[in-house]
Structures are given as C-alpha cells and as structure tokens.
Nanobody, 122 residues
Framework: QVQLVESGGGLVQAGGSLRLSCTAS????????MGWFRQAPGKEREFVAA????????YYADSVKGRFTISRENAKNTVYLQTNNLKPEDTAHYYC???????????????WGKGTLVTVSS
C-alpha cells in the first residue's frame, strides 16, 4: 500500500521560512515525478512545484517562483519544499503528490499525501 507522509508544517510569521518533507513508501518510485500542491480554505487545490526523477527538471507556480525550492532524495523516497519569504497568502494545507508523468494539475497525480498545514501570520 502506497503511503505519502508529509511533515514540517507549522505557524510562522510573514517573511519566515519552513521546510516541508514528504516520504513515500509501499512501492518503488523509479522515474516518478514528485511534487506539492496546496489548498487554502474555500479555494481549489493548486499546483505549487514538481521535480523530475533526476532532479534536473523542476516546475513552479508563478506565485512561488524565487521563494520556494523543491528538491528530492531518491534513496530516501523523499521530496522537500523549502519555503522562504512566506506571505499570509501562502497559508494552506500542503499536499505531497506523486505521478508517473509530469504534472501541473491535480488530474495528473497518482498518489496523494494527507497534507501538512502551513499558517503564515501577518
């Protein structure tokens, strides 16, 4: 059974940073794309970032470019999201996602985590 477990969320002041982690288990994820989505209260789930198997290719939503950095450790089946210069509008549940193809929409995702909450105070 595939499981994705996120950690690293919390409460931070505007301008602060958090490092989110997601570790996958239950199968081999060779050649899979890993990434993050987020969902704020009352809003739809939106793409944040994704990274290819080798780590050479990364994809970001315009709203987080220059502030967030995605990386992965394949030996640990883990993907990270370093979030810097956080803004109140970044407040959301952040969900880990894995797919066999590159994705920037939820429809392309094969597996989801249960989420970790990031709250940014002004």
């Amino acid at each position: 059974q595939v499981q994705l477990v996120e950690s690293g969320g919390g409460l931070v002041q505007a301008g602060g940073s958090l490092r989110l982690s997601c570790t996958a288990s239950g199968r081999t994820f060779s050649n899979y794309v890993m990434g993050w989505f987020r969902q704020a209260p009352g809003k739809e789930r939106e793409f944040v970032a994704a990274i290819g198997w080798s780590g050479r290719r990364t994809y970001y939503a315009d709203s987080v470019k220059g502030r967030f950095t995605i990386s992965r450790e394949n030996a640990k089946n883990t993907v990270y999201l370093q979030t810097n210069n956080l803004k109140p509008e970044d407040t959301a549940h952040y969900y880990c996602a894995i797919s066999g193809v590159v994705f920037t929409t939820a429809e392309g995702v094969d597996y989801w985590g249960k989420g970790t909450l990031v709250t940014v105070s002004s």
